[in-house]
């Protein structure tokens, strides 16, 4: 499985995106879809989680209300809507999936990730 971001941009403070995250190849198997991101100097964190096989999504506490994950039915596409966006939210934002069954909110449980598409907040 191999995972393409996109819809990353330059936005202003209070405005929104949606990133997706294409994957390709066999994904009946997944357990886990993520979103993750890494500022410069910061670790990588977590945003938002899929559970696929029992149909679960989670949201990180602090970005409940502005932040919207989803996805289609045979996990082939990933989505995050953002909306209210902030300075601090300006960071590079990965895709990431996993077969196993482990906690989703967790980036040392996901073994394959995308590239990444950056997200600048002015």
């Known amino acids: 499985v191999q995972l393409v971001e996109s819809g990353g941009g330059s936005v202003q403070a209070g405005g929104s995106l949606r990133l997706s995250c294409e994957a390709s190849g066999d994904t009946t198997s997944t357990y886990c879809l993520g979103w993750f991101r890494q500022a410069p100097g910061r670790e990588r964190e977590y945003v938002a989680a899929?559970?696929?096989?029992?149909?679960?999504?989670t949201v990180r506490d602090d970005l409940k209300g502005r932040f919207t994950i989803s996805h289609d039915n045979n996990a082939k596409t990933l989505y995050l809507q953002m909306s209210d966006l902030k300075p601090e939210d300006t960071a590079m934002y990965y895709c990431?999936?996993?077969?196993?069954?482990?906690?989703?909110?967790?980036?040392?449980?996901?073994?394959?990730w995308g590239r990444g598409t950056q997200v600048t907040v002015s």
């Open positions: 990431a999936s996993d077969n196993r069954a482990n906690m989703c909110t967790y980036a040392k449980y996901y073994g394959r």
């Open positions: 899929v559970y696929v096989r029992q149909g679960g999504t």
